[in-house]
Nanobody, 125 residues
């Protein structure tokens, strides 16, 4: 499975941005799709994930502001990011897991089998 993320950019605080991640090659093996992010000097952290059956999980820091959705016809997962704050600045990575992850494991990087290349999101104050 190959993942291609796009949609990043430079935006002002309080505005919105939508990231996309398109999967190709064996997409039937991508039952859970997730987003992670990594800021300079920090570890990669979980943002949101969605599995078959529309089960989702969000990091507390983005709950209520970010929404993950999936268009199966387009093999694409989206991350709608609203009310952006400077702390959201990071490289955002999409990831896919072959299995339907339980919510307790969605936040772990080791749960995912495939990773995209990342897209930069910069939020200015």
């Amino acid at each position: 499975v190959q993942l291609q993320a796009s949609g990043g950019g430079l935006v002002q605080a309080g505005t919105s941005l939508r990231l996309s991640c398109t999967a190709s090659g064996g997409t039937n093996s991508a039952n859970t799709l997730g987003w992670f992010r990594q800021a300079p000097g920090k570890e990669r952290e979980f943002v949101a994930a969605r599995r078959t059956g529309s089960i989702t999980r969000y990091a507390d820091s983005v709950k209520g502001r970010f929404t993950i959705s999936r268009d199966n016809a387009k093999n694409t997962v989206y991350l709608q990011m609203n009310s952006l704050i400077p702390e959201d600045t990071a490289v955002y990575y999409c990831a896919a897991a072959r299995g339907n992850l339980i919510t307790g494991t969605m936040a772990r990087t080791l749960s995912y089998d495939y990773w995209g290349q990342g897209t930069q999101v910069t939020v200015s104050s």
